[in-house]
């Protein structure tokens, strides 16, 4: 196969991009080339860029994205060319074809492989580029009627559902989401549409107006009054789930406070700082602490399909990927930010 180059944007070092010219190289019989249509900067990419969320550099990041289906290797049907796809991240055992399983996978806990690659962010590089090279058992199909601009919230969609499939919800109950950002608005719209009533906590006033688009009931900036403004919402009750989304070392001291006891807080960020918790309180209420990560597409592109949410106002600027790290800038302002692979 004749070799062709792709321009990448590669991260040499914390706030520090580097376009590089790369090689199409040969594929693996179980991988596929994507050409990258759009992708979207998140938490995580912020983190990795600032150097909060330390991984091992130079690496091209970018993992919420859709693509085209340009190349496949041996093993994978010639029918998949040309399909409009997103990938799941996590390239474990059983995507990566290794002679068998580890006893993670064994259990059918793929997101946890001890060796697996992670794209855009452990040993494998993301969709910051023209091309990323995945495998092909990572890939799901898009919808004709879905958008570029909406396939790409396929990933952090996951992530939120993943929030409530580890600590479902039952109808009815009670929910704080603290930050309304980017992942912070999207579980909103997937606890209200599992019935339960919610309150986002936020500084932001654009991002309390979008978290009231969103599904939450109330929405308001954090101060000393918050618990009482908690209850008030919730007719005398504190939350039985917070789920902390800010990355900041007050968030999970202030979900704390504003749970019930034997109550669940839920662990969304991967933004690297330290926080300071009370521990004590933790065990005095019986408070349930519960970390996820990455969710399941498939439910994911089902959700978007059929839940009415305005995602296409909530991106506020396209960059072309040769500004990227201006697009990086931009992404610590609300909104979501959007990147294509054209350079100028």
């Known amino acids: ?40 900067v998140c938490g995580t990419d912020l983190a990795i860029y600032k150097g909060n969320y330390k991984v091992p550099l130079p690496r091209v990041l970018g993992h919420e994205y859709c693509a085209e289906v340009e190349r496949v290797g041996e093993n994978v049907p010639a029918s998949w060319l ?4 997103v990938s799941e991240i996590n390239n474990a055992c059983p995507n ?11 259990r059918l806990h793929p997101n946890h492989c001890p060796k697996r690659t992670v794209t855009g962010i452990i040993k494998a590089d993301g969709a910051f580029a023209e091309y990323v090279r995945v495998p092909f058992a990572t890939l799901h199909t ?14 952090p969609m996951a992530a939120a559902l993943q ?8 109808q009815g109950e009670r929910v704080v989401v603290i930050g309304a950002g980017r992942l912070g608005l999207l579980i909103i719209a997937a606890a209200r549409a599992a ?3 919610v309150v986002a906590i936020t500084r932001s006033e654009v991002r309390q107006q979008f978290a009231m688009r969103f599904g939450a009931e109330a929405a308001f900036a954090p101060n000393e009054h918050t618990e009482q403004e908690i209850r008030n919402v919730f007719h005398g009750q504190l939350a039985d789930v917070v789920v902390e989304v800010t990355g900041t070392p007050q968030g999970l001291s202030s979900a704390t406070q504003w749970v019930r006891p034997r109550g669940t807080i839920c662990l969304k960020t991967t933004a690297g700082i330290p926080s300071e918790v009370d521990l ?11 970390g996820s990560r990455c969710g399941p597409f498939a439910s994911a592109i089902h959700f978007l399909e059929q839940t009415r949410i305005p995602l296409e106002k909530w991106i506020t600027e396209r960059f072309h990927l040769s500004k990227l790290a201006t697009a990086m800038k931009a992404a610590q302002q609300p909104g979501k930010v959007l990147v294509q692979p054209i350079f100028d």
């Open 1 to 40: 196969m004749q070799e062709s180059s792709y321009s990448a944007m590669t991260l040499v070092a914390p706030r520090t991009f580097e376009q590089q010219s790369r090689i199409l190289e040969p594929l693996q019989p179980h991988e596929v080339w994507l050409r990258v249509r759009m992708a979207g």
């Open 82 to 85: 040309g399909r409009r796809v």
């Open 96 to 106: 990566i074809k290794t002679n068998e399983n580890c006893s993670t996978c064994g």
């Open 142 to 155: 898009l919808p004709d009627e879905m958008s570029d601009e909406i396939a790409v919230f396929v990933e």
């Open 163 to 170: 929030t409530f499939s580890l600590r479902p919800l039952s």
């Open 195 to 197: 019935g339960a009533h």
């Open 280 to 290: 004590t309180k933790i065990v005095v209420d019986e408070i349930q602490l519960s």
